[in-house]
């Protein structure tokens, strides 16, 4: 059980590129948390999700030789809904629909997938630390940063349409 939490359902056994397919994989989920809840059903879920991952890759890579295993993808899940967050909440916000907002979404994934895979700045210092911690940290760091991202698009944007 705690192998089908930490890989989402054995997704992350997908190649290549696991953590892309987990962040894939994260956002239709999102999109339904999104729609049975809101946003607020979102936060709570990625909250959870956050938790429980955390404590979940502590105890499947506590005797393992590899300490952050490719296919152990539940943190991509918690990183890309903090991506999505943006999109979640202006859309709550405007009474649209998410995928009306696909713009955003579109950049919560490609942004966030960036920051995961460079690793700039905070992400890359998380990703050295150890343990669960660092596994979690540098995609929920990750997340944040592709969340800016988002917001300073949607304001660059919409920015035409304010000013009018």
Request: net charge negative; proline share 6%.
């Amino acid at each position: 059980m705690i192998r089908a939490l930490c890989t989402l359902g054995h997704i992350g056994h997908l190649r290549p590129a696991p953590g892309t397919w987990g962040s894939a994989a994260a956002i239709p989920l999102a999109w339904g948390l999104h729609e049975l809840g809101g946003f607020w059903l979102l936060l709570v879920a990625t909250l959870a999700v956050t938790a429980l991952g955390w404590w979940a890759i502590g105890v499947a890579t506590k005797h393992s030789a590899d300490k952050d295993p490719s296919e152990i993808i539940i943190d991509e899940v918690a990183g890309q809904w903090i991506a999505l967050w943006p999109v979640s909440l202006g859309a709550q916000m405007a009474g649209a629909d998410f995928w009306a907002l696909w713009p955003g979404v579109l950049t919560a994934f490609l942004a966030f997938r960036l920051f995961d895979i460079w690793k700039p700045g905070p992400v890359g210092w998380a990703d050295r630390q150890p343990g669960a911690f660092g596994i979690m940290a540098d995609d929920l760091i990750a997340g944040w940063m592709a969340a800016l991202i988002v917001v300073v698009f949607a304001v660059v944007a919409h920015l035409p349409q304010v000013m009018a």
